[in-house]
T-cell receptor, first 119, second 112 residues
Framework: AQKITQTQPGMFVQEKEAVTLDCTYD???????LFWYKQPSSGEMIFLIY??????QNATEGRYSLNFQKARKSANLVISASQLGDSAMYFC????????????????FGKGTLLTVNP | DSGVTQTPKHLITATGQRVTLRCSPRSGDLSVYWYQQSLDQGLQFLIQYYNGEERAKGNILERFSAQQFPDLHSELNLSSLELGDSALYFC???????????FGPGTRLTVT
């Protein structure tokens, strides 16, 4: 079974509007973390936002917020006031387990959603 | 700029050859991760090092190996290259006990 599912291969949004990118995850570990990364056409992976499984509040970073619904195992990314520069591939990822020091924090990624912002 | 550097940026080589990809983590980060991004497999974790020791292995082929040196830079060695090894290889680093991984710009490997 896939651990991270992104069901939207592509999304379109008008500039200045908000958009939600879906992500569902599958884990039996009570301790985990959820991440969103942005990959523009230039190829680099840019960290956007993080949500821990024990965090009570939804994470926010500027125009990015993470709609965390633990019971539904979903961690949707909301981008407010879309800009042309937001056009990119967006990846949801999960880290399972809680370690200490240099314990394994490997990330499992979804297949991504290609977001296109139209002027 | 994430602070993680990778060289070379592009690499074109022939089947059967061996290449070495290099990564320098952010200053102070002890953990280094290698990921492979290909069209058919997506982004996959390969291997993690922490302060010079291997900590975790993912879907890494036996033809691939890595190490982390005392100065914390890491190298990923790919040998007996096949066409299917063509991919974007990312290195990421993180501070011990901190969740966020910061990715380098990647090395695009093309095997012809």
């Amino acid at each position: 079974a896939q651990k991270i599912t992104q069901t939207q291969p592509g999304m379109f949004v008008q500039e200045k509007e908000a958009v939600t990118l879906d992500c569902t995850y599958d884990t039996s570990d009570p301790s985990y973390g959820l991440f969103w990364y942005k990959q523009p056409s230039s190829g680099e992976m840019i960290f956007l936002i993080y949500q821990g499984s024990y965090d009570q509040q939804n994470a926010t970073e500027g125009r990015y917020s993470l709609n965390f619904q633990k019971a539904r195992k979903s961690a949707n990314l909301v981008i407010s006031a879309s800009q042309l520069g937001d056009s990119a591939m967006y990846f949801c990822a999960m880290r399972e387990g809680r370690g200490s020091g240099g314990s394994n924090y490997k990330l499992t990624f979804g297949k991504g959603t290609l977001l296109t912002v139209n002027p | 700029d994430s602070g993680v550097t990778q060289t070379p940026k592009h690499l074109i080589t022939a089947t059967g050859q061996r290449v070495t990809l290099r990564c320098s983590p952010r200053s102070g980060d002890l953990s280094v991760y290698w990921y492979q991004q290909s069209l058919d497999q997506g982004l996959q974790f390969l291997i993690q090092y922490y302060n010079g020791e291997e900590r975790a292995k993912g879907n890494i082929l036996e033809r691939f190996s890595a190490q982390q040196f005392p100065d914390l830079h890491s190298e990923l060695n790919l040998s007996s290259l096949e066409l299917g090894d063509s991919a974007l290889y990312f290195c990421a680093s993180s501070e011990a006990g901190i969740n966020e991984q910061y990715f380098g710009p990647g090395t695009r490997l093309t095997v012809t």
